[in-house]
Nanobody
Framework: QVQLAESGGGSVQAGESLRLSCVASGRDFSRWGMGWFRQAPGKARGFVAGVSWHDIVQYADFAKGRFTISKNGGHNTVFLQMNALTPEDTAVYYC????????????????WGQGTQVTVSS
């Protein structure tokens, strides 16, 4: 059974950093893309960042320059380093996997985690 488990969320002050992690289990995802979405209260879930199995990365515009996605393919793990956080980054962050980066970015990933809450206060 495939499972994705996110961790690393929490409550921080504006300007601080968080590092999210997601471990995928149940099969070998070393040749799959992995990525992050987020959903703020009252808003739709949206793309944050994605990385292909061969380490091509894409970011949402708001994430460029502040967030860094990386992947440890051998351990089916993806990370999201988030710096200079603002209250607008407050959301539940979800991990997803898909065979292509396009599928990641389009939100049509095959599997999703349960999410981890990130709260940024001013």
């Amino acid at each position: 059974q495939v499972q994705l488990a996110e961790s690393g969320g929490g409550s921080v002050q504006a300007g601080e950093s968080l590092r999210l992690s997601c471990v995928a289990s149940g099969r070998d995802f070393s040749r799959w893309g992995m990525g992050w979405f987020r959903q703020a209260p009252g808003k739709a879930r949206g793309f944050v960042a994605g990385v292909s199995w061969h380490d091509i990365v894409q970011y949402a515009d708001f994430a460029k320059g502040r967030f860094t996605i990386s992947k440890n393919g051998g351990h089916n793990t993806v990370f999201l380093q988030m710096n200079a956080l603002t209250p607008e980054d407050t959301a539940v962050y979800y991990c997803t996997v898909a065979q292509t980066l396009a599928e990641i970015k389009g939100g049509t990933g095959d599997h999703w985690g349960q999410g981890t809450q990130v709260t940024v206060s001013s």
